[in-house]
């Protein structure tokens, strides 16, 4: 969805990392584009146990595998996630959003006197799981992907937390019993126009699965599928969060409006994110439904 942020912070003491070995790894790196070769050299020093596997890791990045799908995990809202080879890489950008779905689940825990529901849709890694989990406390959580890699992985995160991890296309996964109970639901759905997924760097459309990267034609295919059967599974009160781009906002309220969810968009100049929180009405309001 958009460009890998810079190297993942790691403790700088390493067995390996000699005045030698430091600078021969940082000029493959460079050699091979890396920006941050300094700080992914002391990430990769830092992370192998012998010279073979720094070697082996060092290769693998010097042929374009993302950093996190070198070392195994990707830092995320300050936690590291396990992220597999195959599986979409958490994006700083994305922690915004995080931080929105947590105030969000802490006051449907004070209205409610229970456990928040939540769910993690299109999880990938499950990240945003796992970190809302950790950051709730009592939580009751789900995730969903559609990619059985994406699950796997999940699993190894959010398994931990208590949560449970389904396989299915978006909220055919869920259990039904959730239908009308989610407090917090947050779906961080693929939202590159298709026309535009050759422009991402080599690292995501070469290393990443297509289907968490391709929106459509304009990006907001998935976003609007998951609008329009969302009223169905939040509870009253509750809230659908999505990150897009700034310029697909308008369109994204639109869909949010159309399927009677109430929108309010947010953003962070910092991280470069703009999400939507679209809310159920609480009972004894009217929800529109498709016209």
Known sequence: MSPHPSPLSSPLAAPLSTLHSRSSVIAELRAAGCVFAEDEAELLLSTARTADELAAMVE?????????????????????????????????????????????GRRAADRT??????????????????????????VELYAADIEPAAVRCARRNVTPTGGEVYEGDLFDALPTGLRGRIDVLVA?????????????????????????????????????????TAPEWLAPG?????????????????????????????????????VIIGTRPAQGHAIAGPS
């Not at 422009?199 to 907001?220: F, I, K, N, Q, S």
Request: some cysteine; hydrophobic content about 40%.
């Open 60 to 104: 693998r990045r010097v042929i374009g595998l993302p950093l996190e799908h070198v070392v195994g995990w990707a830092e995320f809202y300050g936690r590291r996630v396990t992220v597999d080879p195959g599986v979409f890489v958490p994006r700083r950008r994305t922690e915004f959003l995080v931080g929105q779905a947590v105030g969000l």
């Open 113 to 138: 006197g229970r456990s928040p529901v939540v769910v993690d849709l299109c999880c990938g890694s499950g990240a945003v799981g796992t970190v809302l989990a950790d950051a709730l406390g009592r």
């Open 188 to 228: 961080n759905v693929p939202y590159v126009p298709t026309e535009e997924v050759g422009l991402l760097p080599p690292e995501a459309r070469e290393y990443e699965p297509l289907v968490a990267l391709d929106g459509g034609a304009d990006g907001l295919d998935v976003l609007r599928r998951v609008t329009a």
């Open 238 to 274: 509750g809230h659908l969060l999505v990150e897009t781009s700034e310029r697909q906002a308008q369109q994204a309220v639109e869909a949010f409006t159309h399927n009677g969810l109430l929108p309010r968009v947010t953003g962070s100049e910092e991280l470069y994110a703009t």
